[in-house]
Structure formats: structure tokens, C-alpha cells
């Protein structure tokens, strides 16, 4: 599977932005999928996961409330709708992706086997 994100940018605080992990090379509605972000020296820090089954959305608590998660199996694509965006919102969003039929260790990069090209968010205050 491969995966691209996109729709980072620069956005005031209190601004929102959407993120889109497109996936090409076969379906991934098999697939957990993730957001991570990294920002410069820091370590790369879970923000959003939801899971192939039931659709389940977990969230960072940094963001829970602020960001929503989605997906559309159609288009092959998951979402990241970030909204009452802070200046430490800012950093580089990955999406990632597990094996198919796997929801184990959400909350941690290793567990996940995909992983794209990241896309620069930047919050200015």
C-alpha cells in the first residue's frame, strides 16, 4: 500500500486545515490508518487512528475535541479535519497504515507497516 498526504499549509491559530492520506496500489478499507506528526526535535507523537472495522476513532487527548478523523473506503482515502488549530499543532503529519485486518498497538508508530510522505502543517500565532 502506498499512501500521500496532503493539505498541510500555513493557517492562523484558531484556523482549520484537512488533511487527505490518499492510498494507491490495492484498497486499504482493510486497513487501521493513523496520523502521526513530528515537530522539529521532538520525538514523532501519535494524533489519530481509526480502525477498519468499526470505524473507530481514537485520539490523542491533545487533540480530542479539536480534530476528527474519518474515512471513505469509495475514494480510498482518510481524513484529518483539524480544527481550533494552536501554534504547537505545528509540525509534519504522516499518515500510516497497519496490515489488513489488524487494530493492535494504535497508539504507538512501530505497530504501524505503511507509512507515507508527510505534510507540512505550520500555526501561526
Known amino acids: 500500500v502506498q499512501l500521500q498526504a496532503s493539505g498541510g499549509g500555513l493557517v492562523q491559530a484558531g484556523g482549520s486545515l484537512r488533511l487527505s492520506c490518499a492510498a494507491s496500489?490495492?484498497?486499504?478499507?482493510?486497513?487501521?490508518v493513523g496520523w502521526f506528526r513530528q515537530a522539529p526535535g521532538k520525538e514523532r507523537e501519535f494524533v489519530a487512528t481509526?480502525?477498519?472495522?468499526?470505524?473507530?476513532?481514537y485520539y490523542a487527548d491533545s487533540v480530542k475535541g479539536r480534530f476528527t478523523i474519518s474515512r471513505d473506503n469509495a475514494k480510498n482515502t482518510v481524513y484529518l479535519q483539524m480544527g481550533s488549530l494552536k501554534p504547537e499543532d505545528t509540525a509534519v503529519y504522516y499518515c500510516?497504515?497497519?496490515?489488513?485486518?489488524?487494530?493492535?498497538?494504535?497508539?504507538?508508530?512501530?505497530?504501524?507497516?505503511?507509512w507515507g510522505k508527510g505534510t507540512q502543517v505550520t500555526v501561526s500565532s
Open positions: 481509526i480502525t477498519w472495522s468499526g470505524r473507530i476513532p
Open positions: 500510516a497504515a497497519q496490515r489488513s485486518l489488524r487494530t493492535t498497538g494504535i497508539y504507538s508508530a512501530p505497530a504501524y507497516d505503511y
Open positions: 496500489g490495492r484498497t486499504f478499507s482493510s486497513n487501521t
